[in-house]
């Protein structure tokens, strides 16, 4: 189970890095994981996502406007810190 969870984290990550500003340079690295990386269905499947539906739902965040992106990000902070945090409360 913490396997399934440590490749979430990896998910989550690169779909924060992939909403930063579009000058950081971690941007266009995340955004082609998502797009053309072979290591992106090897990590969903470790995490029990289906590949098609992630990229399909990670896509349209990175698509949103920055206004919408910034929410979600804030919302995957946060479900980030809870994940870590509720294992040790």
């Known amino acids: 189970m913490s396997e399934i969870k440590l490749f979430r984290a990896v998910v989550y990550q690169a779909l924060l890095d992939a909403t930063k500003d ?21 990590v969903c499947d ?6 098609m539906s992630t990229q399909t739902r990670a896509l349209k965040v990175i698509n949103e ?25």
């Open 22 to 42: 579009d000058h950081d340079p971690d941007k266009q690295e995340a955004v082609s994981w998502f797009v053309s990386s072979t290591d992106f269905n090897y």
């Open 65 to 89: 406007p920055v206004s919408v992106t910034n929410f979600i990000r804030k919302r995957l902070n946060v479900l980030l810190r809870y994940q870590t945090s509720s294992r040790y409360s």
């Open 46 to 51: 470790l995490a029990e996502l289906d590949p």
